[in-house]
Every structure is written in C-alpha cells, then in structure tokens.
C-alpha cells in the first residue's frame, strides 16, 4: 500500500486555524469543557456532552486507537488518482473525543482498537491535516 500523499490544498477558516497549525508542530489540540469536564473536538463549538459553550484549546497527547476506517480503491477526486488504495477513518483519542483522520497503516494490518500515534501530513499548500500510523 502506498502512502503517498494526493496534490491537494486545504483551506483553513480562521475558527479552526489554531488546530491546523498545531499539527504542522506535530500537535493535536481538543477542547476541554471548563463545565464538566469533557474533552470535544476542536472544530466543534459545544460539549458534546452538556452543550456548553464554555470551551478552552489544549493540547492531546497524539495517541489514539482506531475506530473505524474504509479503503479507498477507486477516488471520488481527480487529485487522489494514483495513490489509491488508501485509507481514511475515525481515531479515538486518549483524550476522547474522535476525529476523522487519514491512516496510514496497510490494510491488512488494521483492526478496531489498533493502537496509532499522530504523524500528520501536509497538503500541497503547506497545511498539515490529521494522519495516523501504527503506534
Ligand atoms: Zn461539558
């Protein structure tokens, strides 16, 4: 299976902007709930457990477990001719929250709860997006 990377940009809107650069340092950031507790995704603007909105950055500590995850054979995208087959799917944090990630594992090596660390990638515009390896 091939890693390789499709020639692709990502746009950033400035709400989700803190997250992107995070990556391109080799860090992931959630946001933990200063109501009760919880860790959420970053993009999201709530708790996903009591709805509050009373939410600070910080960062997690990259190592998640696999969720679930489906092989891209034929791209639904020009820019990801050739790299095909690849893998895309949601991680758990240890942190909690989950998030949709490129993996970067051969197909016949992934398995739910398969043990992964963060190891971003970069898109064509220099904008590093979620990936995982195998831990
Ligand atoms: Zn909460």
Redesign the pocket.
Same mark, same amino acid.
């Given at each position: 299976m091939s890693f390789d990377l499709p020639d692709i940009t990502i746009d950033v809107t400035e709400r989700v902007a803190p997250f992107f650069e995070a990556l391109g340092r080799g860090v992931v950031l959630v946001q933990r @709930?200063k109501? @009760?507790? =919880?860790a !959420?995704t970053y993009e999201t603007t709530r708790? =996903? !457990?009591?709805?509050?909105d009373d939410l600070v950055g910080e960062e997690a500590s990259g190592t998640a477990k696999l969720v679930t995850w489906t092989v891209i054979d034929r791209p639904t995208h020009p820019a990801f001719n050739g790299i095909e087959p690849y893998v895309t799917g949601y991680v758990e944090l240890a942190e909690g929250p989950w998030l949709p990630a490129r993996i970067l594992i051969d197909r016949a090596d992934l398995r739910p709860d398969l043990a992964v660390k963060l190891a971003p990638a970069t898109a064509s515009n220099g904008t590093a997006y979620p990936a995982f390896a195998q831990a």
């Open positions: @709930c109501a @009760c507790g =919880d !959420t708790c =996903d !457990t009591c709805q509050s």
